[in-house]
């Protein structure tokens, strides 16, 4: 009988499990570890929900350093959250008389512009959790925000006047105001400050020259309201989300061919509700996203045009989408008055 194992030699079988089933072993010191798919990021869980807001979120957004994220909306109320840990709402900005329709940092970190339909769009100090300024002109809401990437402080805002406003946060009153006709639904600048790229009812998306104070060119494919427009991370092209349901990529280097619209996305849906859902870039470019009225989250492959993510979750129109600045995170808010993060491959 020399040749039977031992009982304490323990034979190796091999068991197939689903990769998403946790799998518990002992660890050296006969603890039981759970071991299941690898994490992908300093997050406390997979998925987090933020809970708090009392009305539709329409803008969410990371800060710069990614260690917060700020969100307003419907509730004029801006909530500032930790990322790590337990996500806890640290901070409530109150001030606006009407919902917030889009909020950004300034690359620093340090402000937060936010503009609403209360006519007016307001700078803050993210340190020490203030208004700093109150920026007055629009003769009505205000849809659209944005804040230049260098230089000064420089603002624009889009509005239902059908007016675009160029504000520096160092002087008082208006900087510059450009007529567009019609209501102004996005706005953003290129990457110099040099041009503010506007987005609105008409269709067109429109580039307009600081020091001429007019039209450079106008990029014409979308056909219908464009919702949210967002300058890629090295400033060559201008990504831009539509109520005719297409993502699209326009290349705005300064020699770029005529035909400027490079790439088209679709599979993501505006409906009845007609919010400005918005769109962003991931970090490094290779990712786009844009918000959804069929409460799904779409992240696309820049390159190949192919969806990497219909991620379901929200029980409203996702309004806002954004990329965490370091790490393989994405942030979601909706018209259900909830956040999610949730780690993405």
């Known amino acids: 009988m020399e040749f039977k194992r031992k009982a304490s030699e323990s034979a190796i ?24 798919p690898p994490r992908l990021s300093n997050l406390d ?13 329409y803008t969410s957004k990371f800060s710069p350093d990614g260690q917060m994220l700020a969100s307003s909306g419907f509730d004029r109320l801006i909530f500032f959250w930790t990322v790590y840990g ?5 901070a409530v900005l109150k001030g606006h008389t009407g919902a917030v329709m889009e909020l950004h940092f300034s690359t620093d970190g340090n402000s937060l512009i936010t503009a609403a339909t209360d006519k007016t769009v307001a700078l803050w100090d993210v340190e020490v959790g203030s208004r700093i300024k109150k920026l007055k002109g ?26 675009i406003k160029l504000w520096d946060a160092r002087k008082r009153g208006c900087q510059q105001t450009f007529e567009n006709t019609y209501q102004v639904t996005a706005v953003t600048f290129n990457d110099t400050a040099e041009q503010i790229l ?23 494919g ?12 090295d400033g060559s092209y201008l990504l831009s989300n539509s109520m005719d349901n297409t993502v699209r990529i326009w290349d705005v280097r ?14 993501h849906q505006h409906t009845f509700e007609k919010n400005l859902l918005r769109c962003a ?16 989250l779409y992240i696309w492959d820049t390159t190949s045009r192919r969806i990497l993510y219909k991620l379901p979750g929200h029980a409203g129109s996702v309004n806002e989408v954004d990329f965490h600045p370091q790490e393989p995170i994405v942030l979601s808010c909706s018209s259900d008055k909830k956040i999610f993060l949730g780690e993405i491959e």
């Not at 337990?86 to 640290?90: A, Q």
């Not at 979308?222 to 890629?232: P, Q, R, Y």
């Open 138 to 163: 629009h003769k009505t809401f205000v849809n659209t925000c944005h804040i230049a990437r260098r230089g000064p402080q420089l603002i624009c805002s889009g509005s239902d006047d059908g007016t």
């Open 86 to 90: 337990e996500c806890d709402n640290f």
């Open 198 to 220: 506007s987005g609105g009812i008409d269709n067109d998306i429109k580039v307009w020259d600081l020091r001429k104070n007019d039209i450079l060119y106008r990029l014409r």
């Open 254 to 267: 300064p020699f770029a061919p005529q035909e400027r619209c490079v790439k088209v996305f679709q599979g």
């Open 281 to 296: 870039w991931s970090p490094d470019g290779s990712k786009v996203s844009a918000g959804s009225g069929d409460r799904y």
């Open 45 to 57: 869980a997979p998925i987090m929900l933020l809970t708090g807001h009392e009305g539709d979120i």
């Open 222 to 233: 979308h056909a219908d309201t464009v919702t949210g427009l967002e300058l890629s991370p």
């Open 13 to 36: 079988v091999a068991v197939k499990r689903p990769r998403n089933e946790l799998v518990a072993h002992t660890g050296q010191d006969g603890a039981l570890v759970e071991t299941g």
